[in-house]
């Protein structure tokens, strides 16, 4: 059984019946900022299966937020009846497309080798590779390593005005900062309408997508094939995504989402959702599910109505954390929410989850055991002194592990640690700190 198939958050509709066609529905969707001939483009995906291409540069060893809304927008292409190619990019990795801020650091050509490997395996969960429109995995390094300096300048180099390249938008940018940019950078539009030519030629390759920050690398290509071989070729660019109050979207605590668990874990994933302000919980829906128009605009009426219930979050968080991290850590994240608060089992968590629900708290190394309840309160922190952790205990409201303390000489052992090192300590309903015991 594939990835795709055990996952049913990544099934989706091929054909919602409110939209005429599946332009109409990335359109409503809120994916297409900008687009070559839009009348035409929606004409060719409406009539016909043709195949369509999006890159990822293994700049790190995982993608992210960002990258997320090109996975599901190729997911949607797919669903749609076309042809995907899901192209990770050895060569361009080695050199990295410019940004408007600095130069890139160049990586080992091995550390982007391991990154192409990663980055494919994650790309490759949101496709399906079965089928009359299976997705095929591609590697621009397979077409640019045996290519020698001149052979690129006679070949491609030709085609590209240098009056045309620095008036693209990051290029131009960067022109006029103090930092300027290399050869190596302004020679990124280049090699990706380079990648855009070869699949055009090796797979009938006739659409790229990609963020609109990427527009002038993304027309480098329609511009090549079109003087190679006097054909027409297309591009969209989804828009770059803000939150409501004009923050960047995709970073928690001033650091990316990434979709690698180890990088970023399932729990503090979910949470990241969770907390997605109300204004922006439908146009969220809409880009990163496979909801119906007709169950998003439910959801979105209903946080409206309701928005101290946080069903749009609650829908919201399960369905991407369970697109990304798959239905089971989903669930288990769910339950460690639950277990923090007493109304689920800390023992049934593995040690992953309960570390990932918990870091955000504050934790204290202690040493040895057969620590009383007094000193364990005081030990957490959530005490300030013996005598207020007792009076916490004789009011009821002291808890190890969800379990209430009303002795004051009652002992914690090694048989109450959980998974041998941690104890939850919690006063009251909602003080929570954390006791690892050496």
Not at 37 to 46: I, P, R
Request: hydrophobic fraction near 35%; aromatic fraction near 8%.
């Amino acid at each position: 059984m594939s990835e795709i198939e055990q996952n049913p958050a990544l099934s989706g509709q091929s054909n919602d019946p409110s939209f005429e066609n599946v332009w109409q529905e990335l359109k409503w969707r809120g994916l297409v900022h900008v687009s070559t001939d839009e009348a035409e483009l929606e004409k060719v995906l409406s009539e016909q299966s043709i195949t369509y291409y999006c890159g990822f540069d293994p700049t790190a060893p995982s993608l992210h937020l960002g990258n997320l809304v090109q996975l599901l927008n190729m997911r949607r292409l797919q669903l749609a009846g076309h042809k995907p190619l899901g192209l990770v990019g050895g060569s361009t990795g080695l050199i990295g497309d410019p940004r408007q801020t600095a130069e890139r650091i160049l990586n080992t050509k091995e550390t982007v080798a391991e990154w192409v490997g990663k980055l494919q395996a994650q790309v490759s969960r949101f496709l399906s590779f079965e089928g009359e429109n299976a997705a095929r995995m591609v590697n621009n390094l397979d077409w640019t390593a045996n290519l020698s300096a001149i052979d690129f300048l006679r070949e491609v180099g030709k085609y590209f005005r240098v009056g045309t390249m620095i008036k693209k938008e990051t290029v131009a940018a960067r022109l006029n900062s103090d930092e300027g940019i290399s050869y190596t950078e302004f020679s990124y539009q280049v090699l990706q309408g380079y990648d855009y030519l070869q699949l055009h030629k090796l797979y009938g390759c006739t659409l790229q997508t990609g963020g609109s920050d990427q527009w002038g690398n993304l027309t480098s290509g329609t511009d090549l094939i079109r003087k190679v071989e006097g054909k027409s070729a297309y591009a969209y660019g989804t828009p770059l995504i803000t939150n409501s109050d004009g923050t960047k979207f995709g970073k928690s605590e001033g650091n990316a989402i990434w979709l690698d668990a180890e990088m970023c874990s399932p729990y503090t994933f979910y949470q990241f959702w969770l907390n997605t302000a109300d204004a922006d919980v439908a146009a969220r829906l809409k880009i990163f599910t496979f909801l119906s128009r007709e169950e998003i605009e439910k959801l979105e009426q209903e946080t409206a109505d309701r928005p101290f219930a946080r069903k749009g979050q609650k829908e919201l968080a399960y369905l991407v954390t369970s697109l990304v991290h798959g239905v089971d850590a989903t669930e288990k994240v769910i339950a460690a929410s639950a277990a923090l608060f007493g109304q689920g089992e800390l023992s049934d968590l593995d040690e992953a989850t309960l570390r990932a629900a918990t870091e955000e708290l504050h934790s204290t190394k202690v040493d040895g055991l057969d620590l009383d309840i007094v000193s364990v309160l005081v030990a957490s922190g959530l005490s300030k002194s013996k005598s207020e952790a007792r009076r916490t205990v004789g009011e009821g409201g002291a808890y190890i592990n969800n379990v209430k303390y009303s002795d004051l000489d009652a002992v914690v052992s090694r048989d109450d640690l959980l998974h041998g090192r941690y104890l939850l300590v919690r006063r009251g309903k909602k003080n929570l700190a954390v006791v690892e015991v050496a």
